[in-house]
């Protein structure tokens, strides 16, 4: 039985030569959707597979969103799909369903650049934590995505700063995809895969994922193991999913969170229950920041809050007022800087892609312990008063940023400029929290804006519930690309 | 008088406040070209050096956040092996 309410034409449904109706596989569908006719049999996981492998091959190559392809082990994961859902061996929402890693995560076997041009033949002997745990969902691996070089650790100035080439935007080729996920939020928003893995040391998951107009989780540190992925900053790296919506977003958590021996700082603490019903939720609103913001990126925001006063209770706050942002950069300067330390010194980042990546990552050598240490004194002081802040609020919702996606030729310091503005970015990462963004709306220049919603920490479901709440009020999240 | 004589003061401090930190600057500088002498071109090294000038900066603000000597780092520290 199909539980689809939509008719098989609108899922280009063709009927085969017994009369029965044949769908051609839509991998922006969503998982939800897809696992759902996977589980009928409309459609098959192969052709899933083979139909993301086709569009990454065709598309995901202009788009600059694909490292490498993985056909091998798709039809294999596929295949054995197939069998275990033939004969009634579900694994779950995610099997069958086909997916792409951000090339930071090893794979055994596959090269895993790290984006990285001096990097494009290293490879690992054994899988991530998180492409494990996706194995163990069934979910079946298609590509390995383009990333900025190095996840965006030398501090580059330009689209082009990774082995693939400039990461464009699938809503105008002309624009950035973002970073340092670049491939992983293309790729969904063109379609070509339902969910990618992200990572974020600081907006490497919201900025893409509101640049390219998909929703993107970032879990509390500690809540999704970092086994397995490229180190940039031990104490501010995170995992997590970028997809269609909120709801597949949460399957997705649900399958790679959890505790893992392999990274001392995950941490086993059961996802709470989704709370989409409980309303109305109580949201904070930076004070002032409304005001401050101009053009369409305001015009939007604030018709996202006459949405979610439709679920909520929003009360402008005053945010604790710390250095969030010089102390970030310090910690991820520093320990860029250790754990990249052997390409630094045997001259790797001499070969970096963009010029300035060259030179960027020395200065992180130089820094005095004592500045690192008194970044991470701050840091916890920090997570104390944002805690307190959080504690009368199930999240604190904002702009994901202040621009539409720059220029494909840009300078980013230059572009975003006066455009930065404020961020709940620096200080969610820096004290580990949990946030979430969804698109809601287009700018001045026709392409995607976003919101997060920030919550304390260990709240994703809280979080989620919100965004899931709000895509049920909106349709920003089905809305697609041009072809 | 009293007014001028403080922002004399102000600029003078400012003035020596900017001298200790290109000192510092240079000397942090200076070991980073020690040990990687013929790496980078005086270009790419005027660079770093407003990288290392950055981070100077950006540790006087986090400096004059008021802590405690019981003020803990956030880092990561788990006794014994967690792997087996």
Known sequence: ?483 | VNEEQALVEKKAAGRQQTSETDDVVAGRLAALKGQFPDRLSPQEWDKVRDGVRDHREKAAKLRAVPLTNGDEPATIFVVGRQDG
């Open chain 1, 1 to 483: 039985m199909v539980t689809s309410q939509r008719p098989y034409s609108s899922l280009g449904a063709k009927m085969d030569e017994m009369g029965l109706p044949t769908i051609s596989p839509d991998l922006s569908l969503g998982i939800a959707e897809l696992g759902r006719l996977l589980r009928a049999g409309k459609i098959s996981p192969v052709d899933l597979a083979q139909t993301a492998l086709d569009g990454l091959e065709k598309t995901g190559r202009t788009l600059n969103a694909v490292v490498t392809l993985t056909p091998e082990r798709a039809m294999e994961q596929a295949k054995q799909a197939e069998r275990e859902i033939r004969s009634g061996q579900l694994r779950g929402p995610l099997h069958g369903i086909p997916w792409g890693a951000k090339d930071l995560l090893a794979t055994a076997g596959i090269p895993t650049t790290w984006g990285a041009a001096p990097l494009r033949d290293q490879r690992f002997d054994v899988d991530a934590a998180v492409v494990e745990r996706l194995r163990d969902a069934g979910a079946v691996l298609v590509a390995k995505h383009a990333m900025v070089e190095l996840a965006g650790g030398a501090g580059y100035d330009q689209p082009d700063a990774a082995l693939t080439g400039p990461g464009r935007n699938a809503w105008d080729r002309e624009t950035w995809s973002g970073g340092s996920s670049s491939g992983s939020g293309a790729a969904v928003a063109a379609g070509l895969v339902p969910f990618a893995i992200g990572s974020e040391t600081w907006g490497s998951i919201t900025t893409p994922s509101a640049l390219n107009g998909i929703t993107g989780l970032r879990p509390t540190y500690g809540r999704v193991s970092r086994r397995g992925a490229m180190a940039l900053s031990w104490t501010m790296d995170k995992l997590g999913p970028m997809a269609r919506s909120a709801d597949d977003c949460w399957l997705v958590l649900q399958a790679i969170a959890g505790s893992d021996p392999g990274d001392p700082t995950s941490v086993d603490r059961p996802l709470g229950e989704l709370r989409i019903e409980d309303v109305p939720f109580r949201l904070a609103t930076p004070e002032g920041w409304t005001d401050a913001l101009g053009g369409t990126i305001a015009e939007n925001f604030r018709a996202s809050l006459d949405v979610l006063q439709t679920i909520a209770t929003i009360e402008e706050i005053q945010l604790p007022d710390l250095p969030w942002t010089d102390a970030a950069s310090l910690i991820i300067s520093a320990e860029g800087a250790s754990a990249l330390q052997d390409l630094i010194e045997d001259g790797t980042t001499r070969h970096l892609t963009a010029p300035e990546d060259r030179y960027g990552l020395y200065t992180g050598l130089a820094l005095p312990a004592v500045d690192y240490l008194r970044a991470l004194r701050v840091r916890r002081r920090g997570m104390w008063e944002m805690e307190s802040t959080l504690a009368r609020f199930d999240g604190i919702v904002a702009p994901t940023l202040l621009f539409e996606a720059p220029p494909i030729d840009a300078s980013l310091n230059a572009y975003f400029g006066d455009r930065r503005g404020p961020s709940l970015g620096a200080l969610g990462n820096l004290c580990g929290l949990p946030t979430i963004t969804i698109p809601n709306g287009f700018g001045d220049r026709g392409l995607p804006t976003g919101i997060e919603i920030l919550g304390a920490p260990w709240t994703e479901e809280i979080i989620t519930s919100i965004a899931i709440a709000y895509q049920a009020r909106t349709d920003w999240h089905r809305r697609r690309p041009p072809a």
